[in-house]
């Protein structure tokens, strides 16, 4: 694995600092520990950021530490403005903010819009009477004449979107767990109070937010019935894969309320809004939620982190869709996150790994849009397996055994190789970490120039160094079974990348010449030979001006 940078590509970039990123998603409970308890901590991320900033990734979005009963970790909030005790306090907090900006990282965290615990002072309140002043908080409704829930909309989790509340005698609707109730995000008193929480982390020095599951967020006032999805011959494990979900997300009013929070960060200098948007139109979501100058900057979806398999017709297919015409959003991508298995579990055999990860990283960093780094990715975590008695991701227990675990993804870093539970915690951590990951820690990597550490740096500092990779334009000049290659262009630079994505030799394609200055060489790729391509082989190439 080789990596080079070409002076000539070298420009001052005058963007954005968000455009074109590389942010590394860190899961707190899972990156470091600093005070011994097994769940890791804002203390731990914070004495863990030089590694993140060795990386040289633009910054770090650290998913939910605000206070919560903790039923879905941290995605169920209690108090939209304060530091779960488990992860420790505000003043530790703003000690990582401060830290990361003397590292030159700059820091987004999650905002949760859809929900909140069911233990939240605004759900207490709305849940004792029809007439109080949060009455219409939550998403209440009367049964039907025969006591059913309102209408036939399912939980994410399992299980009718509805529970019934004897304080109200009425059902409140909730798209993921029944602790986790659905806000009326239609009110604008709501949003407002919203807007307030986010206000307080910007305050504190926030440079962005990532917004959980935006498009769940609003959904039809009408509550009509959504209907069938077509048999398409794969396995449903759970009611809510039967539906199509016309009615109950997707609202056309998100896109106002997007509205209303770029206004608000716009009073801020230098915000990054990025949205999670899933979902059968997510294509479509995303570039309402990032239309112009006044929605946000970017948002992305799933075309990657639940598919089967990596191939150029996939890359082709996605990255079309964002042709960079006047006042179309920027999008974001990622591989694997907190929710998607490992992607070199899901890509490639396992003795195919080590030439697998590299490439993959390489793909991934070339690629047009901002690039979102799960923890461990630099590593080339495999996805852990974690046993029935062991499991704690609530989606999991409840859709055993046919739905993959996300706690197989949110195992702990494993930093030190020979430290116990790899230098994670000192004491008993609330996952447990596979024999294959500890393989791959930090130390172990560190002290290997050619690991898949070091090489994950060179192709960062690639990235940045080279204007074309990280806001140029993308075009597809080739796509078939097996290879990919593509070209990118800004201000009258050039890089080609060309990919083998199949684990056997291929012989280039008749007229797919490329020439100029090698970037980036993996797994024996060379511009020289016999114009086979190896398996897994990879080029990153300057062109010619």
Not at 454 to 474: D, I, K, M, Q, V
Request: with cysteine.
């Amino acid at each position: 694995m080789t990596a080079s940078r070409d002076a000539s590509l070298s420009a001052p970039v005058t963007a954005p600092w968000w455009r074109g990123a590389v942010i590394y998603q860190i899961y707190p409970r899972s990156f470091a520990d600093a005070d011994g308890d097994g769940v890791g901590d804002l203390a731990g991320i914070t004495a863990r950021l030089d590694h993140v900033a060795k990386l040289g990734v633009d910054g770090i979005w650290i998913s939910p530490f605000f206070t919560s009963p903790m039923r879905d970790f941290g995605y169920d909030v209690a108090d939209y403005c304060d530091v779960d005790p488990i992860f420790g306090t505000l003043a530790d907090f703003d000690a990582l903010v401060a830290r990361a900006h003397e590292l030159g990282l700059k820091v987004t965290i999650d905002q949760v819009y859809a929900h909140t615990s069911d233990l939240h002072p605004w759900f207490t309140q709305s849940r004792q009477g029809r007439d109080g002043d949060k009455a219409d908080w939550y998403v209440w409704r009367d049964p039907k004449p025969d006591g059913t829930p309102p209408n036939n909309w399912q939980s994410v989790f399992g299980g009718p979107a509805w529970t019934w509340d004897a304080r109200r005698r009425q059902y409140y609707m909730h798209t993921f767990l029944r602790e986790q109730p659905q806000l009326n995000a239609h009110s604008p008193v709501v949003q407002d109070a919203l807007l307030e929480a986010a206000k307080f982390w910007l305050d504190r020095g926030v440079d962005g937010f990532r917004l959980d599951a935006l498009n769940h967020s609003m959904f039809d006032p009408q509550l009509r019935d959504n209907p069938p999805v077509a048999d398409d011959g794969r396995i449903r494990t759970r009611p809510f894969d039967f539906q199509e979900k016309v009615f109950s997300q997707s609202h056309p009013d998100v896109a106002l309320f997007v509205e209303r929070i770029r206004k608000l960060c716009d009073r801020y200098d230098a915000i990054f809004t990025v949205a999670e948007v899933g979902g059968a139109r997510a294509e479509i979501e995303m570039k309402e939620y990032t239309a112009g100058a006044h929605r946000l900057n970017s948002a992305y979806g799933f075309d990657f982190l639940y598919a089967e398999s990596l191939t150029p017709a996939l890359i082709r297919d996605t990255l079309a869709k964002w042709t960079g015409a006047p006042g179309e959003g920027w999008p974001s991508w990622a591989f694997e996150n907190h929710d998607a298995p490992r992607a070199v579990s899901r890509w490639c055999a396992p003795e195919e790994r080590a030439a697998f990860a590299p490439l993959k990283k390489m793909l991934l960093l070339a690629l047009r849009g901002n690039v979102i780094l799960y923890q461990g990715e630099e590593l080339g975590l495999v996805q852990d397996d974690i046993p029935f008695e062991l499991l704690q991701d609530p989606e999991a227990i409840a859709n055993w055994p046919l739905t993959l675990s996300r706690d197989g993804v949110r195992t702990p870093m494993p930093w030190r190789a020979d430290a116990p539970n790899g230098g994670f915690t000192t004491g008993t951590p609330w996952l447990p970490m596979g024999a294959e990951n500890l393989s791959r820690a930090v130390d172990v990597q560190e002290a290997e120039p050619t690991s898949l550490l070091h090489w994950t740096r060179s192709l960062l500092a690639l990235r940045r160094a080279t204007p074309a990779l990280r806001l140029g334009s993308f075009e597809v000049i080739h796509a078939d079974a097996d290879v990919l290659a593509f070209v990118r262009r800004h201000e009258g630079q050039a890089v080609a990348g060309l990919f083998n994505l199949s684990s056997r030799p291929v012989a280039l394609p008749e007229g797919l010449a490329i020439a100029g200055q090698v970037l980036a060489s993996v797994n024996g790729a060379s511009l020289e030979g016999a114009g086979d391509l190896p398996g897994y082989g990879g080029l990153l190439v300057a062109l010619p001006g």
